[in-house]
């Protein structure tokens, strides 16, 4: 369930950094971290009083995140258990969820139930990233994806980025319909 060839590159962690605010003490919760090359990206635009949480399925992957990125809170979880998982931690509501899970590998009712979970644990004005691999859009799955974007958000807006291997297709969405 990686769903990656490669680390994503320096300039999609730039782009996937501008959703979260850089004053206050915002909360952000990355979904599926890998290895923390965005979480870089984030880690560098948020303010000292953030919250920086990221949840991870991978043994391994959390392991390395533990060691190389002591900065962020590792949840070594599930996505789908978004919303208890930051009970757990104290936090009601959250500013910013960025995900990297391979959405396009995942079924009707797991995109479903993940999009669902960050859908409630956003804030109103909250932002839900996720990205894909643009040669992969055309699958059903990454169609079924973006409908299921369009159902639960308001706003739903795309952006490329070329400078990655493969290009990553963005989505920026906002005003959780829930
Ligand atoms: C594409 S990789 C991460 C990409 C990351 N930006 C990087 O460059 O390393 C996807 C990650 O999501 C994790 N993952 C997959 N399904 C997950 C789930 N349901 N909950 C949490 N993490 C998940 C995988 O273990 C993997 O580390």
């Known amino acids: 369930m990686v769903g990656a060839a490669t680390p994503t590159s320096a300039a999609v962690a730039a782009t996937v950094a501008q959703v979260v605010p850089s004053t206050g003490s915002p909360v952000v919760v990355e979904l599926g971290p890998g290895t923390g090359s965005l979480s870089d990206g984030i880690h560098a635009r948020l303010p000292a009083d953030a919250r920086h949480l990221g949840i991870e399925l991978g043994a391994d992957m959390v392991a390395h995140l533990r060691e190389h990125r002591p900065w962020l809170e590792v949840v070594h ?3 789908g258990d978004l919303v208890s998982v930051l009970a757990e931690h104290r936090i009601d509501k ?13 079924d009707d009712d797991a995109q479903g139930h993940i999009l669902d979970q960050a859908a409630k644990a956003l804030t109103p004005n909250g932002a839900f990233t996720a990205l894909t691999y643009l040669p992969a859009e055309r699958t059903r799955n990454a169609r079924r994806f973006r409908e299921r974007l369009h159902e639960t958000f308001d706003e739903v807006l795309t952006h490329t980025t070329w400078r990655n291997f493969p290009p990553i297709l963005h989505y920026f969405c906002r005003r959780p319909l829930v």
């Open 77 to 79: 979880g599930d996505a």
């Open 94 to 106: 959250v500013d910013a969820v960025i995900s990297s899970i391979p959405w396009s590998l995942l």
